[in-house]
């Protein structure tokens, strides 16, 4: 019989999927956790509850969120939902607007800002310039295209014939090529512009004469509109090199196009010159739909099929070059818009499976995109939505199951750490406001605006004080007919039932916090027992256990034999009559009894009392027969 002790400083590897159970012998192994729920994994190496979710407002239906920030000064939240953009200010809204989309738009919904001017686009839905004025004034309306894109849909060996060079005339076609939905759009006939008016048959319609046209007899020099009601809108958008970049249509979905230099809305090609537009399609062996373009050190695309980058410096029609870096390929359900991060771009993969960094390598001078998801792949559900803390360094994960599973990516302590968040409800959308994390979360069928908040230990909470101490506490009606738990003055009491929009407490409060309890949970992997014979399924007894907290109030641990107190917790009842005192240092616990099962875990922390806890370090004690 031996003694071991067993020292684990930190949780930098995250939870391991159950793939990893057989893998003891890697670094992941030895920083990695079995399971890790409601917790937030510190860039020092440390675990912490997370915050809760602050209640904001309840909104109509199913929602988008963008973040738009036209200063440090002054930031906003915008909400798209069916036919209405609502726009908040901190956690107050300031205006609210019809909206041409409709809630099926939504998934695919793409943009990009530059100072007080979002753009929206979607294939189906001509695009949105959504500009501010101040605080509460904003509009929408359509992008003041100069000159569209154009392009050759029909067949080369059909002709057009104008009725005349200038003015009204009629062109005639060969062959039908016209439909109802050609009307006001624009024709290139020897490169000169046409207007068309009216459509007139399938093969003839009438127009106004912009630039004198070269003749009137039949030429096969012609191209339409490449965007239109007809031919589709763009897919995705950004800016680059003071250039306007659409990714994609819903005719042309591999096409690429750049506006001029600081013209933002002329895709006039012209004749080439460097500050003139620039089209080209994405060629390769297999389907490349745009489903994103990113402006990073390069211009970066992706598609369906892989990733590409656009190079030339500057870009220009006789400099660009097209070059494909992966092969990975974009969700084509629905739109997810990569997020930066140091440097690198993060984007969802098709296979639903991963989340991927796609960085410029200066060795290689290519692109790699390397799974981030590697060893957690049990996190990964279908991603939705992702945002970005760079305050916390945490990569928020919303999944199409509704759950949330969070990142910790810090490259220069290599800390690449993921945990999973559950609430009372499912996550639907994401955002990121200068550190603040935003949420669309569904609960009880109704979608809430949420956010994360560090003072906060409840979900879909609202908090209150009161100069004079209150029992009944109101203002609670989207908590209506459901168990809440309650901070009064800082220290939890029992639960209450919401009836008609308010709480009464047993003592009054001068301050309290109202809202849903939520469970954090840690569980370490299996303990390691290999050796130079390999893994052994020996008895082992658990000795003691030491856990290094900061800043604790509450801890709740199982050693096999049912929840234990430590001395600064009253687990009996978990309620306190005064806050409690927060709990720095060592607490160790000892236990009893043999197991036989080494792939069960030796401890297992879960709680719900909506208190603080902070887990640095772990150190284990054990016998193992031999």
């Given at each position: 019989?031996?003694a071991s002790?067993?020292?684990?400083?930190?949780?930098?590897?995250?939870?391991l999927?159950?793939?990893m159970?057989g893998?003891?012998?890697t670094?992941a192994y030895a920083?990695?956790?079995?399971?890790?729920?409601n917790?937030?994994?510190?860039s020092?190496?440390?675990?912490?509850?997370?915050p809760?979710?602050r209640h904001i407002a309840t909104l109509?239906?199913?929602?988008?969120?963008?973040?738009f920030e036209?200063?440090?000064e002054q930031t906003y939240?915008?909400?798209?939902?069916?036919?209405r953009l609502?726009?908040f200010?901190?956690?107050?809204?300031v205006?609210s607007?019809?909206?041409?989309?409709?809630?099926?738009?939504?998934?695919?919904l793409?943009?990009?800002?530059?100072?007080?001017?979002?753009l929206i686009?979607?294939p189906d839905l001509a695009?949105?310039?959504?500009t501010?004025s101040?605080?509460?004034?904003w509009?929408?309306?359509?992008?003041?295209f100069?000159?569209v894109?154009?392009?050759?849909?029909a067949?080369l060996?059909?002709?057009?014939t104008p009725?005349?060079v200038?003015?009204?005339i009629?062109?005639?076609?060969?062959a039908?090529?016209f439909?109802?939905?050609?009307a006001?759009?624009?024709l290139?006939i020897g490169?000169?512009?046409?207007?068309?008016?009216?459509?007139?048959?399938t093969?003839q319609?009438?127009g106004?004469?912009l630039?004198t046209?070269?003749?009137?007899?039949?030429?096969?020099d012609?191209?339409?509109?490449?965007?239109?009601?007809?031919r589709g809108?763009?897919?995705?958008?950004?800016f680059?090199?003071?250039r306007l970049?659409?990714g994609g249509s819903?005719?042309?979905?591999?096409?690429l196009?750049?506006?001029?230099?600081?013209?933002?809305y002329?895709?006039?090609?012209?004749?080439?010159?460097?500050d003139?537009?620039i089209?080209?399609?994405?060629?390769?062996d297999?389907v490349n739909?745009?489903r994103?373009?990113?402006?990073?050190?390069n211009l970066?695309?992706f598609?369906?099929?892989?990733?590409w980058?656009?190079s030339g410096d500057?870009?220009?029609?006789s400099?660009?070059q097209?070059?494909?870096q992966?092969?990975?390929g974009?969700?084509v359900a629905?739109?997810v818009?990569?997020?930066?991060?140091d440097?690198?771009t993060?984007?969802a993969?098709?296979?639903?499976r991963?989340?991927?960094?796609?960085?410029?390598?200066?060795?290689?001078?290519a692109?790699?995109?390397n799974?981030?998801a590697l060893?957690?792949?049990?996190l990964?559900h279908?991603?939705?939505s992702l945002?970005y803390?760079?305050l916390r360094?945490?990569?928020?994960?919303a999944?199409e199951?509704?759950?949330?599973a969070t990142l910790t990516?810090?490259?220069?302590?290599?800390?690449?750490?993921?945990?999973?968040?559950?609430?009372?409800?499912?996550?639907?959308?994401l955002?990121?406001?200068?550190?603040?994390i935003w949420a669309?979360v569904?609960?009880a069928g109704r979608?809430?605006?949420?956010?994360?908040?560090?003072?906060?230990a409840?979900d879909a909470?609202?908090?209150?004080?009161?100069a004079?101490?209150?029992?009944?506490?109101?203002?609670l009606?989207?908590l209506e007919g459901q168990?809440?738990?309650v901070?009064a003055?800082?220290?939890?009491?029992?639960d209450k039932?919401?009836?008609?929009g308010?709480?009464t407490?047993?003592?009054p409060a001068h301050?309290?916090?109202i809202?849903?309890?939520?469970s954090?949970?840690i569980?370490?992997?299996?303990?390691d027992?290999g050796g130079a014979?390999?893994m052994r399924a020996t008895p082992?007894?658990?000795?003691s256990?030491t856990?290094?907290?900061?800043?604790t109030a509450?801890?709740?641990?199982d050693l096999?034999?049912?929840?234990q107190s430590?001395?600064?917790?009253?687990?009996?009842t978990?309620?306190?009559?005064?806050p409690?005192v927060?709990?720095?240092g060592d607490?160790?616990?000892?236990a009893?009894?043999w197991r036989r099962d080494?792939?069960?875990?030796l401890?297992?922390?879960?709680d719900?009392?909506?208190?603080?806890?902070?887990l640095?370090?772990i150190t284990?004690e054990m016998?193992i027969?031999t």
């Amino acid at each position: 019989m031996s003694a071991s002790r067993a020292f684990k400083s930190n949780f930098t590897a995250g939870e391991l999927s159950p793939d990893m159970l057989g893998r003891p012998d890697t670094r992941a192994y030895a920083n990695g956790a079995g399971l890790l729920r409601n917790v937030f994994i510190q860039s020092t190496g440390g675990l912490t509850r997370r915050p809760g979710l602050r209640h904001i407002a309840t909104l109509p239906g199913p929602a988008r969120l963008i973040g738009f920030e036209f200063n440090t000064e002054q930031t906003y939240l915008l909400v798209l939902s069916h036919a209405r953009l609502q726009v908040f200010m901190g956690d107050a809204e300031v205006t609210s607007l019809a909206a041409p989309w409709t809630e099926a738009m939504l998934p695919q919904l793409a943009h990009t800002q530059s100072a007080d001017t979002l753009l929206i686009c979607h294939p189906d839905l001509a695009p949105l310039r959504i500009t501010r004025s101040s605080h509460s004034s904003w509009t929408i309306g359509n992008w003041p295209f100069t000159e569209v894109p154009t392009y050759r849909f029909a067949a080369l060996d059909i002709s057009l014939t104008p009725s005349a060079v200038t003015g009204s005339i009629t062109i005639t076609a060969s062959a039908p090529v016209f439909s109802a939905e050609h009307a006001h759009t624009r024709l290139r006939i020897g490169g000169q512009r046409v207007d068309i008016a009216a459509v007139l048959s399938t093969t003839q319609v009438s127009g106004q004469v912009l630039d004198t046209l070269p003749g009137t007899t039949a030429t096969f020099d012609w191209e339409e509109g490449a965007l239109s009601t007809l031919r589709g809108w763009p897919v995705c958008v950004c800016f680059h090199q003071d250039r306007l970049v659409i990714g994609g249509s819903r005719d042309l979905p591999n096409r690429l196009w750049l506006s001029r230099t600081g013209d933002l809305y002329n895709f006039s090609t012209g004749t080439g010159l460097d500050d003139e537009a620039i089209s080209f399609g994405l060629m390769s062996d297999q389907v490349n739909a745009i489903r994103g373009v990113f402006s990073g050190r390069n211009l970066q695309v992706f598609t369906s099929g892989g990733e590409w980058m656009v190079s030339g410096d500057p870009l220009t029609p006789s400099s660009i070059q097209l070059t494909r870096q992966t092969r990975i390929g974009s969700p084509v359900a629905r739109l997810v818009q990569p997020v930066d991060v140091d440097g690198s771009t993060i984007f969802a993969a098709r296979s639903g499976r991963g989340i991927y960094e796609f960085t410029y390598t200066d060795i290689q001078q290519a692109y790699q995109a390397n799974d981030l998801a590697l060893v957690a792949a049990h996190l990964m559900h279908t991603p939705i939505s992702l945002a970005y803390d760079q305050l916390r360094r945490l990569l928020h994960v919303a999944m199409e199951d509704g759950s949330l599973a969070t990142l910790t990516l810090y490259r220069t302590e290599q800390v690449l750490a993921w945990s999973g968040q559950q609430t009372n409800g499912m996550f639907r959308a994401l955002a990121d406001i200068e550190g603040t994390i935003w949420a669309v979360v569904e609960r009880a069928g109704r979608q809430r605006l949420e956010r994360f908040d560090d003072t906060l230990a409840l979900d879909a909470a609202l908090t209150g004080s009161m100069a004079n101490a209150a029992a009944a506490w109101s203002g609670l009606a989207h908590l209506e007919g459901q168990e809440v738990g309650v901070l009064a003055d800082g220290a939890p009491v029992q639960d209450k039932l919401v009836n008609a929009g308010t709480i009464t407490l047993d003592e009054p409060a001068h301050r309290v916090q109202i809202g849903l309890r939520f469970s954090h949970v840690i569980e370490p992997l299996p303990v390691d027992l290999g050796g130079a014979m390999g893994m052994r399924a020996t008895p082992l007894r658990l000795i003691s256990i030491t856990f290094r907290l900061l800043n604790t109030a509450s801890l709740a641990v199982d050693l096999g034999r049912g929840p234990q107190s430590l001395p600064f917790r009253r687990f009996d009842t978990a309620l306190l009559d005064a806050p409690p005192v927060l709990f720095t240092g060592d607490a160790r616990l000892r236990a009893l009894g043999w197991r036989r099962d080494a792939t069960q875990p030796l401890w297992r922390i879960a709680d719900d009392t909506p208190l603080p806890l902070t887990l640095l370090s772990i150190t284990t004690e054990m016998r193992i027969t031999t």
